[in-house]
């Protein structure tokens, strides 16, 4: 699942064992859908991306259609995952701390993405650093 891709979709009616008995399509939109369980029965966790493969964001329940077998599901919540507390994300960032870094001029840069995408970690996230470097 791609970082923030995913969101929980809470339905009515349908209760799965499993993922793979839920059929989740959005059929306004040319999507690519990946369906997780989650912890709640009556809830999973699904990540919406574009032909391209990046994130669509701000889904509204209205563009899911739900379904288990031949039962419908009224889709009654749609909850972005980076906003729910249940489930912590893992992240493991590569970051290359070369000499070549510096003679580019990409360190600025760099430290900048950084910040930016530790502002958005909550305390209950996963983060593990792997840096490259000349030195041993």
């Known amino acids: 699942m791609g970082f ?13 064992t499993a993922a793979e008995d839920i059929h989740v399509a959005t059929p306004a939109l040319a999507s690519q859908i990946t369906v997780e369980p989650a912890a709640n029965p009556q809830q999973v966790v699904v990540s919406v991306l574009d032909p391209a493969g990046e994130p669509i964001r701000d889904l509204q329940p209205h563009d899911f259609v739900m ?27 590569v970051i290359d701390n070369s000499f070549s870094m510096q ?21 209950i996230d996963n983060i593990h650093a792997v840096v490259f470097s000349d030195r041993r």
Do not use: C, H, W, Y
């Open 4 to 16: 923030f891709a995913g969101m929980f979709i809470s339905a009515a009616a349908v209760t799965a």
């Open 67 to 93: 379904a288990r077998g031949i039962r419908k599901a009224r889709v009654v919540e749609v909850e972005p995952l980076q906003a729910s507390k249940a489930t912590p994300i893992n992240l493991v960032l």
């Open 103 to 123: 003679e580019r001029g990409a360190i600025a840069p760099l430290l900048a993405a950084l910040d930016g995408l530790l502002k958005d970690v909550r305390p």
